[in-house]
Each structure stands twice: as structure tokens, then as C-alpha cells.
T-cell receptor, first 115, second 114 residues
Framework: GAGVSQSPRYKVAKRGQDVALRCDPI?????LFWYQQALGQGPEFLTY????????KSGLPSDRFFAERPEGSVSTLKIQRTQQEDSAVYLC?????????????FGDGTRLSIL | AQTVTQSQPEMSVQEAETVTLSCTYD???????LFWYKQPPSRQMILVIR??????QNATENRFSVNFQKAAKSFSLKISDSQLGDAAMYFC???????????FGQGTRLTINP
């Protein structure tokens, strides 16, 4: 596709349920990022992949958060035993490579609401 | 850790006029990059302009320009001839030369008055 695609666009879950959020990066993009954006705040980094390798997961808030990119393209962010504080917009971004001049292209995000 | 501060939660400007959004950052590094992103209500973050710290010349993209003051750690965005389509949240972001992740500020909501 032309841009980064995320699904679902909206997700409502009950506290304690597991959720999975999907990101389809731009074709050929090596780098993939997940960010969490709380209401009225700037995005905060969660994790980064280069191809299938997860090179930085320093932003994952707890061991309930898990991300994978097994074939170096589509990525899934999984949140286990969701809690109300997990409610946020989850943004995925991809870039062509590691170079600093390569901008990150963002998807529309998934708005997660935990009841 | 690096931090990015946007001290103006909201700004407004008359259509066709000029507005400046402020951003300061804190870092001990010499190699880094700075960005301004725009996030319209549809949520998709769009890159507006970027600046490499080693470049002294301020970046310009059409109606958008920056005032990069490295010693003061300041990176403001100037929007000239404001248009209704410029209305959005604007985020300042920092990237270390040795890392991939972006560190964002809290954002400034820009309103354009017709």
C-alpha cells in the first residue's frame, strides 16, 4: 500500500483481556517503530525493529507488552491482561533504513479503550 | 535522557499571518537531529521539516522554516502565510545520532482563525 496501515482503527476491550494490534509498514521499509500516545500528549517510544530483529524494547512499560515482526514486514503489538492505563492511541511508523535522513512515516494509529 | 519541551499548549493565528511555535530540548550529545511533525485531527503524523544539528543553516520547506539555536538548545518553527489546512497539533521531536527512536514534546495545538 501507499502508507503505513494499522488495524483495527478502534479497539475496545474489558480489563484483563488480551489484545493484538497490527501494523503493515510501507513495502520495503526496513525499520519499524511502535509508539504509545496518551490523550493530549506526545507519542512515547515503545519498541523498534530492524527487519525481524527487535533492537530496542526499552520503552515497553511492562512485561505485559510484547511485539514481534517475524518475517520482517508485518508487526504485531500484543498487550496481555490489559489495564485501564493501557488506554491510548498506538502508533506504528516505518522508515526505509537506519539513516537519519530517512523520515519515519506514521500510520493512523489504533485507539485502544480499556473498560 | 533527552527531553523535549513545548511550552505553548495552544496557539492561534489569523489566516495569512505568521506564527512561531517554540521548542527547547535538553541533551549532552553533539550529534542529533530535530524534527517538527504535524498531526491533524485524523491522527496521521506528517513530517513538516527536519534539521541536522551539524548544519548551521536553518532548514526551510516552502512556508515552513526553523530557527535553530544550538547553543540555546532551541528549535522553533515559523509558519508563514498561515492557511486553514495548517490547523493541527504540532510536535517537536529529537533523535540522537546514535539511536533510532524519536523523543517527542507535549505538542502545541495550532488554530487558524479565518
Amino acid at each position: 500500500g501507499a502508507g503505513v496501515s494499522q488495524s483495527p482503527r478502534y479497539k475496545v476491550a474489558k480489563r484483563g483481556q488480551d489484545v493484538a494490534l497490527r501494523c503493515d509498514p510501507i513495502s520495503g521499509h526496513v525499520s519499524l517503530f511502535w509508539y504509545q500516545q496518551a490523550l493530549g500528549q506526545g507519542p512515547e517510544f515503545l519498541t523498534y525493529f530492524q527487519n525481524e530483529a527487535q533492537l530496542d524494547k526499552s520503552g515497553l512499560p511492562s512485561d505485559r507488552f510484547f511485539a514481534e515482526r517475524p518475517e520482517g514486514s508485518v508487526s504485531t503489538l500484543k498487550i496481555q491482561r490489559t489495564q485501564q492505563e493501557d488506554s491510548a492511541v498506538y502508533l506504528c511508523a516505518s522508515s526505509l533504513g537506519q539513516g537519519a535522513i530517512q523520515p519515519q512515516h506514521f500510520g493512523d494509529g489504533t485507539r485502544l479503550s480499556i473498560l | 535522557a533527552q527531553t523535549v519541551t513545548q511550552s505553548q499548549p495552544e496557539m492561534s493565528v489569523q489566516e495569512a499571518e505568521t506564527v512561531t511555535l517554540s521548542c527547547t530540548y535538553d541533551t549532552s550529545e553533539s550529534d542529533y537531529y530535530l524534527f517538527w511533525y504535524k498531526q491533524p485531527p485524523s491522527r496521521q503524523m506528517i513530517l513538516v521539516i527536519r534539521q541536522e544539528a551539524y548544519k548551521q543553516q536553518n532548514a526551510t520547506e516552502n512556508r515552513f522554516s526553523v530557527n535553530f539555536q544550538k547553543a540555546a538548545k532551541s528549535f522553533s518553527l515559523k509558519i508563514s502565510d498561515s492557511q486553514l489546512g495548517d490547523a493541527a497539533m504540532y510536535f517537536c521531536a529529537y533523535r540522537s545520532g546514535g539511536a533510532q527512536k524519536l523523543v517527542f514534546g507535549q505538542g502545541t495545538r495550532l488554530t487558524i482563525n479565518p
